[in-house]
């Protein structure tokens, strides 16, 4: 293309005014106003000197404008210009400018997927929830640039791969009990630290688990054995002498003697016996001729 150059004739416009007549005008005035003091009767006067000063303002900033639009309208007529050209010139840098863009969208969409499957491939013996996860987690945007090496991409993949690796050998010496859960916990973000802390929960629920289910037993045995005690067979024992024919006395004179001998006793005891040595109790009652009831 040839390079075009902008030249631009201006003659600039000699706009003149009585401006140092003015400035010697407004000193004199201003100080006379400046000097002014007014008193509380004088206040009407002191609004009108405002509105004067204001007004002499206005005119002056009036002027000013209208200097400054007479001034500007040549450029006027350069700026509507000017725009025709740039027009002009933005119609070509817009369309090369598409090109450019779909040149480097396909460029980028074909780098992104040398990289993805490079990602596969380093990949593949994970488990594929790992893989996806870790894809989502170590893929850079950047890696797309024209400027970025393969080198660049392929070293942090692999360091990934490889840290991801000692990651799943550790959690494969967790506790089977605990496994599974601290395999969802590692799956939300890889995190190590996060899925040892969940198998480190889990232990600790279990432990108070086991030690409240120790605890239960054996208070529960405690209870089976105060209530074995009390079940041991209470019986009450009638103790009755076995009566034997007592033969009278032969009487020197023929006669029986009164109170020769006395009425037998009942007496009721009451004793506890095992059941295990209840047979054995059984037994000794009967060799004692003593009669018992079982209550």
């Known amino acids: 293309m040839n390079e075009l150059q902008v030249?631009?004739?201006q003659k600039p416009g000699a706009v003149q005014w009585n401006f140092e007549e003015l400035v010697n005008a407004l000193q004199a005035q201003?100080?006379?106003?400046?000097?002014?003091?007014?008193?509380?009767?004088?206040?009407?006067?002191?609004?009108?000197?405002?509105?004067?000063?204001?007004?002499?303002?206005?005119?002056?900033?009036?002027?000013r404008k209208e200097i400054r639009n007479k001034c500007l309208e040549p450029y006027g007529v350069i700026e509507e210009q000017a725009k025709i050209l740039t027009g002009m010139i933005d119609k070509p840098i817009a369309k090369i400018s598409e090109q450019v863009e779909e040149y480097t969208e396909k460029r980028k969409q074909e780098k992104k997927e040398e990289i993805l499957t490079f990602m596969r491939d380093?990949?593949?013996?994970?488990?594929?929830?790992?893989?996806?996860?870790?894809?989502?987690?170590?893929?850079?945007?950047?890696?797309?640039?024209?400027?970025?090496?393969?080198?660049?991409?392929?070293?942090?993949?692999?360091?990934?791969?490889?840290?991801?690796?000692?990651?799943?050998?550790?959690?494969?010496?967790?506790?089977?009990?605990?496994?599974?859960?601290?395999?969802?916990?590692?799956?939300?973000?890889?995190?190590l630290q996060d899925a040892m802390a969940k198998a480190q929960e889990l232990q600790k629920q279990k432990e108070i688990v086991l030690?409240?289910?120790?605890?239960?037993?054996?208070?529960q045995e405690r209870l089976e054995q105060e209530k074995a005690a009390r079940e041991k067979v209470q019986v009450a024992l009638v103790f009755q002498p076995k009566q034997e024919p007592v033969k009278e006395p032969e009487m020197p004179f023929g006669e029986p003697s009164v109170g020769a001998f006395e009425a037998e006793k009942e007496i009721a005891v009451r004793v506890m016996v095992p059941e295990s040595r209840m047979e054995e109790f059984e037994q000794a009652m009967q060799d004692l001729f003593m009669r018992y009831e079982v209550i």
């Not at 006379?32 to 005119?59: C, H, P, S």
């Not at 030690?211 to 208070?219: G, I, P, S, T």
């Open 7 to 9: 030249n631009v004739t």
């Open 30 to 63: 201003m100080q006379q106003y400046e000097a002014m003091v007014y008193t509380e009767d004088t206040v009407k006067d002191a609004k009108a000197d405002v509105a004067a000063l204001r007004k002499l303002r206005g005119e002056v900033e009036s002027r």
């Open 122 to 191: 380093t990949f593949a013996d994970l488990p594929d929830n790992v893989s996806a996860k870790l894809r989502f987690k170590v893929y850079d945007p950047k890696w797309e640039n024209a400027t970025a090496t393969k080198k660049a991409y392929k070293d942090a993949i692999t360091s990934a791969y490889q840290a991801t690796k000692s990651d799943l050998a550790i959690l494969e010496g967790v506790d089977p009990d605990y496994k599974e859960a601290a395999m969802q916990a590692y799956i939300k973000d890889l995190s």
């Open 211 to 219: 030690e409240n289910e120790r605890r239960r037993k054996a208070e």
